[in-house]
């Protein structure tokens, strides 16, 4: 399978250690963390590439680079993975190529702040939804934002997913967004 993605203006790699400086740009940014977690240092980040470049399903799960095609600089990542519910971050350690994920899988991404408002989010969502329902067998895709995330709450439905309300996930309750493949490939005949 073909783990890199491309679009008009992006190109996606799965994430691997020569990403660590993305990494620490984005999660040192209070800014791109804002509606996420705690910032985190430098050193902590470096201890978990190992865990950031994990994937399963053959691969088809995990989190991706996002780089400019045009000049190939790094602007963000993007993940499919299992969404944890009961848990403050992804169960990372649940990863392993091979293994099957059985929990529901989450979309999202982010991005520094100078590449936002240029419908980079929207792309990449796209584009990681064509290979989810192309690609793989997954038959659902979800996503969770905080309450007060309008710009991603926009990114999701704009990208075709639906409001599904509060859903249980990274021990909160937060607003829940689902598609399906079915409804999917319904938006794409349209
Ligand atoms: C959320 C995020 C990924 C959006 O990325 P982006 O590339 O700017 O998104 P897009 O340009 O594709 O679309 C954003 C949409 O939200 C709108 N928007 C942006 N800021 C907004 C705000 N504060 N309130 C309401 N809408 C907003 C934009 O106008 C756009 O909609 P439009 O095309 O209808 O005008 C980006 O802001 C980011 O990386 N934030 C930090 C990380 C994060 O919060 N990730 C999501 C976790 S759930």
Redesign the pocket.
């Known amino acids: 399978m073909n783990l890199e993605l491309t679009t008009d203006r992006l190109i996606l790699k799965p994430f691997s250690d020569d990403d660590l400086d993305l990494v620490v740009a984005l999660r040192t940014d209070p ?6 977690s705690e910032t985190a240092t430098p050193e902590r980040l470096a201890k978990r590439m190992i865990d950031f470049c994990r994937r399963s399903e053959d691969g088809s799960m995990g989190m991706w680079s996002v780089t400019l095609a045009e000049s190939g600089e790094a602007i ?1 990542t993007s993940i499919l993975l299992p969404l944890p519910e009961e848990a403050h971050d992804t169960r990372w350690d649940f990863h392993e190529n091979g293994k099957l994920v059985h929990e529901d899988v989450e979309v ?4 520094k ?1 100078a ?9 990449v969502t796209g584009r990681l939804l064509r290979f989810a329902f192309e690609d793989t067998p997954l038959t659902e895709v979800v ?4 309450p007060d ?4 709450q ?2 999701l439905r ?1 990208s075709g997913l639906i409001d599904t309300g509060p859903r249980r996930a990274y021990c909160r309750d937060l607003p829940g967004f689902a598609i399906t493949k079915d409804q999917w490939r319904a938006g794409q005949a349209a």
């Open positions: 800014n791109v963390m804002r509606y996420i963000g999202g991404y982010m991005f702040p590449a936002w408002g240029k419908g980079y989010a929207t792309e996503a969770v934002t905080d995330n309008a710009a991603s926009n990114v704009k």
